[in-house]
């Protein structure tokens, strides 16, 4: 993936408030009618919302490999037979990705293929490595050259100097060197790989066909929609090999901790996806029902910030006894590149959107439930737009805890200082995003939400670093400070 690592840029958009899943993964193996790719493009679809920038598959037809990555959706770009039919073989896998802009920014576009002596070799990556410059530097120093500005340029690297002599041990001898969140999907001649880094924080399950094809991909979601069955996760620290011998599990990391991305839970998975056994959809409405345990005032009706609000407002609901309405109106078929020409057209993005249902929210007191405040950009727009519609009171809760630290680990947030957690407290947010009263779910309320006793402050089960400032994964490159070469000849803005 890209994310904002010293040598990249990713930059948020203002209209579109929320952190941003940056990478969904998709890989197929021994699809026997040699339609693997058309499978990939099925289960990447499914997997759209964890990136909408970008997207690409590469196959293998037995002799050689194929590729198609371009700007866009995928049902945008992997929409022809034209197209499917120049991705021939029963082996592929793909990507989708949240990218900055700019041409070039296609030479980031995923998966990253390299010819290696050993045959070919295609990756796929969701996450973040957090040591990836240093080492980018040193086999810079050795003569290696460059292509991308993505940090999953450097395991292809590794691999490729790396002294082993079969593809797996070279790829673990690649991990070992690396830190950082990774769930990788990679293709050989003869191989589907998939690995989870030791933390497992971000998501990676397999799955099978019923005529014998196995699958790898970021969520459930992805297997439901090409009628795979859901096998197991893979494991936190796991690498899952798997060719004409089956299935093999090797797990060649230190033991560690598992830390989750707490974040999938309440935003970034579909809420059809099953994540680490259990329903996203379900875990949302707990969250829902926690929040109105811990922060409910009296109300008229609660009412979702579409379309991620809706699960928790539903629990919400349901546990104040309050009735669940629309009182807010999305458009579906507003695109996210909308091209919003001048400044005047601009201010009115998020009606683009959102409209209030003006009937129903006429002297009400409200309960707006949304997942997260990012800068409260959309927030406050938001709110402002439920008044003019005659909201007489508007209590906003939402349902994760305050977002006030940056994400190093494959999520793409604002820096540390544009969060609007960072800089105010509750009740300024409150006056700054216009509402009667604010409240978040507290940590603990979090974790009883996902069924444990709460947060453990000794081992946490998840990452929860954008809440809580724990990161679980060393930030290196963050630590060593500004990087002032230039990496390549994709400059930091374009
Ligand atoms: S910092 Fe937040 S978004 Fe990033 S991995 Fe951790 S919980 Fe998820």
């Known amino acids: 993936m890209t ?58 037809d037995g002799e050689h490999f194929h590729n198609h990555r371009a700007l866009g959706h995928v049902g945008d770009n992997f929409n022809s037979e034209a197209v499917i039919g120049r991705l021939p073989g029963c082996n592929a896998i793909g990507h989708v990705r949240y990218s900055t802009t700019g041409e ?62 079969t593809v797996v041990d070279r790829l673990i001898d690649a991990l070992r060197q690396l830190e950082g969140a990774y769930s990788l999907i990679a293709l050989t001649r003869r191989k589907l790989i998939g690995v989870r880094d030791p933390r497992g924080i971000r998501p990676l399950v397999l799955g099978r066909l019923e005529g014998g094809a196995h699958i790898l991909a970021s969520e459930t979601c992805a297997l439901d929609i090409i009628g795979a069955k859901f096998v197991r996760d893979v494991e936190p ?46 875990v949302r409405k707990a969250i829902g029902a926690e929040l109105a345990r811990e922060s409910h005032v009296p109300v008229d009706m609660v009412v979702p910030v579409p379309d991620s609000g809706v699960p928790a407002a539903i629990g919400y609901a349901q ?31 998020v009606k683009l959107k959102h409209n209030a249902n003006a009937a129903k929210l006429r002297g009400k007191r409200i309960v707006l439930v949304d997942d997260s405040i990012v800068r409260g950009t959309t927030s406050m727009k938001i709110v402002e737009m439920v008044r003019n519609a005659g909201a007489a009171e508007v209590h906003m809760r ?55 006793p709460g947060r453990d ?38």
């Open 398 to 452: 939402i349902s994760s805890p305050p977002t006030a630290h940056s994400c190093f680990y494959g999520i793409d947030t604002p820096a540390t200082g544009e969060l609007l957690a960072s800089q105010l407290n509750v009740e300024a947010m409150a006056r700054h995003i216009g509402v009667d009263s604010l409240a978040f779910i507290s940590l603990d309320g979090l974790y009883r939400a996902v069924g444990l």
């Open 457 to 494: 402050d000794e081992t946490p089960e998840f990452c929860d670093a954008c809440f809580s400032g724990d990161y679980p994964v060393r930030l290196v490159d963050v630590e060593e400070g500004p990087i002032p070469e230039q990496l390549s000849l994709l400059t930091e803005r374009e």
């Open 104 to 165: 070039t920014i296609l030479r980031n576009v995923q998966p990253l293929f390299a010819d290696f002596e050993f045959g070919g070799l295609a990756i796929a990556h969701n996450g973040n490595l957090t040591n990836a410059y240093g080492i980018r530097r040193r086999l810079v120093r050795q003569g290696c050259i460059f292509q991308s500005t993505s940090d999953t340029e450097t395991i292809i690297h590794l691999v490729a100097i790396s002294h082993y002599s």
């Open 319 to 349: 546990q104040a006894g309050v009735p669940f309405e629309l009182g807010i109106i999305r458009n579906h078929y507003v695109g996210r590149t909308f091209i919003e020409p001048t400044q005047n057209i601009r201010h009115l993005g």
């Open 237 to 282: 620290g796991e690498i899952i090999v798997i060719d004409e011998d089956g299935v093999r599990s090797i797990k060649p990391f230190a033991k560690t901790p598992s830390r989750f991305c707490v974040f999938e839970y309440i935003y970034f998975a579909r809420p059809d996806s099953v994540v680490e056994g259990r329903s996203v959809y379900e």
């Open 3 to 60: 994310r904002p690592t010293p040598w990249s840029s990713g930059i948020a958009s203002e209209d579109d408030d929320h952190p941003k899943e940056e990478c969904g993964i998709f890989g197929i193996l021994g699809q026997s009618n040699g339609d693997a790719s058309a499978h990939t493009a099925l289960g990447l679809h499914a997997l759209q919302h964890r990136g909408q920038e970008a997207a690409g598959i590469v196959s293998f």
